[in-house]
């Protein structure tokens, strides 16, 4: 008698998983990092495996409309051990829906942040000025930076003179959208900094 083995693609970059979404068991990853930064896309569609009838399983992707894709893109480090901020290289995974022609973008940043933390995120979508910006900057941060230990950051306590609105702490990489609609990046580069600094001074205390 023989007998077959289904093996999925990880989602996040398509390479042979070996983890499954213990949530809704449909949704396949080759580490925890590649889930942890796919959760952004995977958390609209997941789907708790006990709200499915009895005897009915959910279903993985419909592997044959995805397809996955690398790139790279420039990022803005803002440092814990150094007062200026610098521009570094960071992987992307692109999941692509060939069905909705639409590519998801997922950024994989432990090097910077640390595995098995909680990321957050916050947009910056004004200029210095207060106009809108064609091209919104996106700001990724260790959740619990604030109790976790993590060190104070030299890059923003220098760029705001010490008046920044909450201790930021450890690393914070900064990345720019290619647009509006947010479907994907574009390179950063050292003039964004203005912007971020001055978000940094003029966001509501209470915001974060």
Not at 19 to 35: G, N, P, V
Not at 118 to 123: H, V
Request: charged share 15%.
């Amino acid at each position: 008698m023989s007998s077959s083995v289904s093996y999925y693609p990880c989602e996040s970059c398509g390479q042979l998983s070996c983890r499954t979404c213990t949530r809704c068991e449909s949704a396949w990853y080759c580490s925890s990092a590649h889930q942890q930064a796919d959760w952004g896309r995977h958390s609209r569609e997941c789907v708790p495996r006990s709200s499915y009838a009895p005897g009915i399983l959910p279903s993985p992707s419909r592997l044959q409309q995805i397809s996955h894709t690398a790139s790279e893109c420039t990022a803005m480090l803002l440092s814990w051990d150094s007062i200026r901020p610098r521009l570094i290289r960071v992987p992307l995974s692109g999941r692509v829906n060939t069905a909705e022609n639409v590519t998801e973008w997922s950024v994989q940043l432990n090097e910077f942040l640390g595995a098995n933390t909680a990321i957050a995120t916050r947009e910056i979508t004004r200029n210095v000025g207060g106009e809108p910006l064609r091209y919104p900057l996106r700001m990724f941060f260790r959740d619990r930076f604030l109790t976790d230990g993590s060190p104070l950051n030299q890059t923003i306590n220098a760029l705001t003179h010490g008046k920044a609105q909450h201790a930021w702490s450890g690393n914070i990489i900064v990345m720019k959208w290619s647009g509006s609609r947010r479907q994907g990046y574009a390179n950063m580069n050292l003039s964004d900094v203005n912007i971020i600094a001055s978000w940094l001074l003029s966001y509501p205390p209470g915001w974060l």
